[in-house]
C-alpha cells in the first residue's frame, strides 16, 4: 500500500469533521478573532484549520481531534497571515476585553483582563497559556494535558504571565506621568 493512500486511509471522514467543527469551531473562531481582530480574517483562517484537518490531520475519530491540535493550527495560520500582512497581533479592544472579563472585581478576573490587556506583547507561549486559561477556563492540569507540560510548568507560566502584565502595566503607567514639559 502506497503511504498517500495509508495517509488517506486515516482522514476523518466529512461528516465527522462537520460534527467538530459544530462542536469546537465557536472555540477556533475566538481564539482567531483574539489574535487577528477582524471577524472576515478570523472566519477565514477558521475554514483554513478545517481544511488542513481534512487534508493532512491523521485522526480516525473526531473524538481524537485535540483541542490542542485545533488551537495550535489555528495561531500558526494567524500568525502566518500577520506575517503576510506585515502585521503584529492587536492588543485587545476594550469592549472584548469587558466581555472576556467580569465586572465583578473578582481577583481572577482582574488577572485575566490585565493579562489579556497587554497579550499583544507576549511571546508565542506565553499567548497559548493565556487564550487556554483565561479566554478558554481551562485549569492547569487541562492546559499540561493540551500541551503535553507538566502542571508545575503551567503552574510557573501562570505566574510569569501574571508577572510579565503586572510589569507591563506598571511601565505603562509610568510612561503616562512623563510629562512633555520633563521630555
Known amino acids: 500500500m502506497s503511504q498517500s493512500s495509508s495517509h488517506q486511509d486515516k482522514r476523518l471522514p466529512k461528516h465527522e469533521v462537520a460534527e467538530l467543527y459544530r462542536r469546537t469551531g465557536v472555540l477556533v473562531l475566538r481564539r482567531c478573532l483574539l489574535i487577528l481582530t477582524e471577524k472576515a480574517e478570523a472566519e477565514d483562517v477558521l475554514q ?13 475519530k473526531a473524538d481524537q481531534v485535540p483541542l490542542a ?10 500568525f502566518d497571515r500577520l506575517r503576510k500582512l506585515n502585521r503584529e497581533p492587536a492588543g485587545i479592544p476594550e469592549d472584548k476585553l469587558q466581555l472576556l472579563t467580569s465586572p465583578s472585581g473578582d481577583a481572577q478576573y ?6 489579556l490587556r497587554f497579550f499583544h506583547k507576549l511571546d508565542h507561549k506565553l499567548r497559548q497559556v493565556a487564550l487556554m486559561h483565561y479566554l478558554d477556563g481551562l485549569t492547569q492540569e487541562q492546559i499540561a ?9 503551567v503552574g510557573k507560566k501562570i505566574k510569569k504571565l501574571r508577572q510579565r502584565a503586572q510589569r507591563l502595566a506598571h511601565s505603562q503607567k509610568e510612561d503616562s506621568r512623563v510629562s512633555p514639559s520633563t521630555l
Not at 483554513?48 to 485522526?59: A, C, D, H, K, Q
Not at 491540535?69 to 494567524?78: D, F, N, S
Not at 482582574?110 to 493579562?115: D, H, I, N, P, R
Open 145 to 153: 494535558a493540551e500541551t503535553g507540560w507538566s502542571r508545575r510548568t
Open 48 to 60: 483554513e484549520v478545517f481544511i488542513r484537518l481534512m487534508r493532512y490531520g491523521t485522526f480516525s
Open 110 to 115: 482582574q488577572a485575566a483582563e490585565l493579562v
Open 69 to 78: 491540535w485545533l488551537y495550535r493550527t489555528a495561531e500558526r495560520c494567524c
